[in-house]
């Protein structure tokens, strides 16, 4: 297994060559039983924008759903703003943005190495349940520990997000 350093020198190989790099957090034994996995990009910060976040999905479909969000950012300079509802990343869902601090279960520690906690700014994609129901609705179809959340849509309501 690397050391923290090895495994910060290899991030920034990839950010110089890529854009970005993508990083899974995955909870051991140690963890409490509601931990859940994570994965986060680090190295849009140097272009000015927050670095993005998805919690509770396996790392291969956060891996690429990340990629695709950053590569908008990166190559098309696209901008993403708290409460966005996107509808063209999760085949036959939507999704939502929401902007937001670190918390206990949502820490970008690679990013806050490479760049500084100071720095360093956050947007979550937030994934609907089955019904296309969010965390923050009435009847979302996971337990809460399923997608822990940096923040909550308050800029408009979901049921006018939708309707945008």
């Given at each position: 297994?690397?050391?923290?350093?090895?495994?910060?020198?290899?991030?920034?190989?990839?950010?110089?060559?890529?854009?970005?790099?993508?990083?899974?957090?995955?909870?051991?034994?140690?963890?409490?039983?509601?931990?859940?996995?994570?994965?986060?990009?680090?190295?849009?910060?140097?272009?000015?924008?927050?670095?993005?976040?998805?919690?509770?999905?396996?790392?291969?479909?956060?891996?690429?759903?990340?990629?695709?969000?950053?590569?908008?950012?990166?190559?098309?300079?696209?901008?993403?703003?708290?409460?966005?509802?996107?509808?063209?990343?999760?085949?036959?869902?939507?999704?939502?943005?929401?902007?937001?601090?670190?918390?206990?279960?949502?820490?970008?520690?690679?990013?806050?190495?490479?760049?500084?906690?100071?720095?360093?700014?956050?947007?979550?994609?937030?994934?609907?349940?089955?019904?296309?129901?969010?965390?923050?609705?009435?009847?979302?179809?996971?337990?809460?520990?399923?997608?822990?959340?940096?923040?909550?849509?308050?800029?408009l309501p979901p049921?006018?997000?939708?309707?945008?």
């Amino acid at each position: 297994m690397p050391s923290i350093d090895e495994f910060l020198q290899e991030q920034v190989k990839i950010i110089d060559r890529v854009g970005w790099s993508v990083v899974h957090v995955v909870p051991t034994s140690d963890d409490p039983p509601t931990a859940v996995s994570f994965s986060y990009t680090v190295g849009l910060t140097a272009h000015d924008h927050p670095e993005l976040l998805v919690a509770g999905l396996p790392a291969e479909l956060a891996h690429g759903l990340l990629n695709d969000l950053a590569r908008r950012v990166y190559d098309k300079a696209a901008r993403f703003s708290h409460g966005e509802l996107i509808g063209d990343v999760l085949v036959g869902y939507d999704a939502i943005i929401v902007d937001g601090p670190p918390n206990d279960d949502l820490h970008p520690g690679a990013a806050f190495a490479v760049y500084g906690r100071d720095k360093v700014r956050l947007h979550q994609l937030v994934w609907p349940d089955e019904q296309g129901r969010f965390p923050w609705e009435t009847g979302y179809g996971y337990p809460p520990h399923a997608q822990p959340l940096i923040a909550h849509p308050q800029t408009l309501p979901p049921e006018e997000q939708r309707n945008r």
